[in-house]
C-alpha cells in the first residue's frame, strides 16, 4: 500500500517537473527569438517555432513587443540604479551613525575618566586628552560658581562631534541645628548680663545671674531659674533630645581628613597657610595674627590653639558649603580671634571638640572672639566675657559675663563638606550641543 502511493507520488511528481520543463523550453525559446529580433531590427512579418506550434506575429506587433521590450530594459536599468544608490546611501548613513556613537562613547570614556579621578582625588589637569582604542578625547575641568566642578568632554571621530557635560558638587552632609545652644545633661550656666539670642533646648537645668537673657524660647528637661530672663516660652520636664552630630558622622569626617595626608608631630602656622584635607597626629597652633585657611576637614590629635587675632576662615572653593576643624583633645580660642566660612552667606566653620571628658572645659573661648560654631558632645564649653558665637552645642555650656550667642537660622539646614576628600556628587551629566 506504502510502496503504491509513493509511486503514484512520485509519477506525479514526474508529470509535473515535465510540464514546466516544457513551459521552461517554451518560455526560453521566445525570449532567445525576441532577443534575435530585436538584434536583427525585424520589420516585416516574423515567424518562429517553439517546439509544439509555430507564432506569425504580424509587423505592428512586432514592434509594440519591440517598444515594450526597451521599455522593460530601460525600466530595469533605472530601478537597478535607483536600489545600487540607495544601498549606498544606505550604507553611507550606517557608517556616520556608527561614527556618531563611537563618537558619543569616546566622550562618555572621557568624562568618566576625570570624574573617577576626582572622586580618588588624584591629579586632574585643566585640559587633557585620553586616547581610547587609538581615537582620542578632550577634556576641560573647570571651578564654577560654588566649587562646583564642571568637565566637558569633546570626542570626535571623522568629523563626527559629540559632547558630554557633567557638573559635580562637593559631597554634603546636611547638620541641622535648630537652637541657639543645645546642651545635653551637664546644662546651662549663665553669668552676669550674658546672652542667648535665639532658642535652647537643655537636657539638664538652666540657671542664669543677674541680667542673663534669653530671646526666644527656652525648654529643658530639667528646671529652668528665674534669671535668666526668656522672652518666649519657658518648658519645663520636656523630653531628652539627642545631639545632633553622631559618632558614626564624626569618625567619616575625620576619614576624610585621613584621606588628604598625614602630618606626624606638630604644625605652627607662622604666616598664611593653607591646610586640608590633613590630618595631624600632634598639636596645631596659629600664632598671633596669622590666617590659616581651611581647604578641606582638618583633623588634630592633639590641642588646639588659635592665638590672639589669627584668622581662620574656609577656602573660596567650599562655596556655600561648611567646614569642620576637629581636635581629639581641646580647642583654645584665644583674644580676638576670628572665624569665616568661605565668603557666601550659607557657608560656617565648625570646631568639633572629639574627646570623651564630661567634666572638662573641652572648648575655651576668651574675649571679643568672633563667629564660629561650637561643639563638644562629650565635654563642657566655656565663653569669656564678650565672647561670641553663631551656635553652641556641648554636654554642658557656661557663658561668663557679657558673654553672647547669637543664633544664625541659616544653621537648621547648614551643609557641611570636607573638601575634595570628601568626594563629589553628581549635579547635571548630559549630552550637549
Not at 597652633?285 to 581647604?295: A, D, F, K
Not at 581662620?312 to 580671634?337: C, F, M, Q, R, T
Not at 554636654?395 to 537660622?409: F, H, K, V
Request: one cysteine or more.
Amino acid at each position: 500500500m506504502e510502496l503504491r502511493i509513493m509511486v503514484k507520488k512520485e509519477n506525479t511528481y514526474l508529470k509535473i517537473t515535465n510540464m514546466y520543463a516544457r513551459r521552461t523550453a517554451v518560455l526560453c525559446s521566445i525570449i532567445h527569438n525576441s532577443c534575435f529580433m530585436i538584434h536583427r531590427g525585424i520589420a516585416n512579418l516574423t515567424t518562429f517555432h517553439t517546439p509544439r506550434s509555430t507564432f506569425h506575429v504580424p509587423q505592428n506587433k512586432g514592434q509594440a513587443a519591440l517598444t515594450a521590450v526597451i521599455f522593460f530594459l530601460v525600466a530595469a536599468t533605472a530601478i537597478g540604479i535607483g536600489f545600487v544608490s540607495f544601498a549606498f546611501e544606505e550604507t553611507a548613513t550606517a557608517r556616520r551613525q556608527l561614527r556618531a556613537k563611537q563618537s558619543y562613547f569616546l566622550a562618555e570614556a572621557g568624562a568618566e575618566d576625570i570624574a573617577y579621578r576626582l572622586q580618588k582625588t588624584m591629579q586632574v589637569d585643566a585640559s587633557e586628552t585620553i586616547t581610547v582604542n587609538g581615537e582620542s578625547v578632550i577634556t576641560t575641568l573647570t571651578t564654577i560658581a560654588g566649587g562646583n566642578k564642571e568637565i566637558l568632554a569633546n570626542g570626535s571621530i571623522n568629523s563626527n562631534v559629540r559632547k558630554i557635560k557633567t557638573v559635580f558638587k562637593p559631597g554634603t552632609v546636611g547638620i541641622s541645628f535648630y537652637y541657639g545652644i543645645q546642651v545635653g545633661a551637664g546644662g546651662l550656666e549663665m553669668d552676669n548680663n550674658s546672652i542667648v539670642n535665639g532658642n535652647v533646648y537643655a537636657n539638664g537645668n538652666i540657671t542664669g545671674g543677674n541680667g542673663s537673657t534669653i530671646t526666644g524660647d527656652a525648654t529643658s528637661a530639667g528646671t529652668i531659674d528665674n534669671p535668666p530672663t526668656v522672652n518666649g516660652t519657658r518648658t519645663e520636664g520636656a523630653a531628652l533630645l539627642s545631639l545632633p552630630i553622631s559618632e558614626a558622622q564624626i569618625d567619616a569626617w575625620k576619614a576624610d581628613a585621613e584621606a588628604g595626608g598625614i602630618t606626624v608631630g606638630d604644625v605652627t602656622v607662622t604666616s598664611t597657610q593653607t591646610i586640608g584635607p590633613q590630618k595631624i597626629t600632634g598639636k596645631l597652633t596659629v600664632t598671633n595674627g596669622e590666617n590659616l585657611i581651611v581647604s578641606g576637614t582638618i583633623w588634630v590629635e592633639g590641642d588646639i590653639v588659635f592665638d590672639n587675632n589669627s584668622i581662620i576662615e574656609l577656602s573660596s572653593s567650599y562655596g556655600p558649603n561648611s567646614g569642620v576643624v576637629i581636635s581629639d583633645s581641646k580647642i583654645d580660642v584665644k583674644n580676638n580671634a576670628s572665624f569665616s566660612g568661605s565668603g557666601d552667606p550659607d557657608s560656617y566653620m565648625m570646631l568639633l571638640a572629639a574627646k570623651d571628658s564630661t567634666g572638662e572645659e573641652l572648648i575655651n573661648v576668651d574675649n571679643n572672639s568672633l563667629g564660629v560654631i561650637y561643639y563638644a558632645g562629650k565635654g563642657w564649653i566655656k565663653f569669656s566675657n564678650n565672647a561670641t558665637a553663631k551656635e553652641a552645642t556641648a554636654y554642658g555650656i557656661r557663658l561668663d559675663n557679657n558673654a553672647e550667642i547669637t543664633y544664625d537660622t541659616g544653621l537648621a539646614n547648614a551643609q557641611f563638606s570636607s573638601g575634595p576628600a570628601g568626594g563629589w556628587d553628581i549635579q547635571m551629566w548630559r549630552e550637549v550641543e
